[in-house]
């Protein structure tokens, strides 16, 4: 078991932020449903920030409820995207990616 807050194994993480990043050249974060980043560094100085936690959380919710990656356009003017991260049928949080 991780000791993250979305229990998600930080190597499996790593190498999956690795391969986004080499791929797209952009970092991705793992977020709680709350848009807490659990593991992962964003490049967005405002990441901490209420705002950019509100931003990713509304897009984990909207990919929830679509059932497909969305897109968002932050307060800071970066488009954010997230997929959903779930176990079974239980949504932990999501795969989030900023530019």
Known sequence: ????????????FARLAGEYRRQWGLPIVAATLEGEVALGRSRCSCADSAECRTTRAHAISETLRWGEPTIELCLNHRLVWAVPLMYNSRPLGGLVASA
């Open 1 to 12: 078991m991780s000791e993250n807050k979305l229990d998600l194994d930080p190597r499996l």
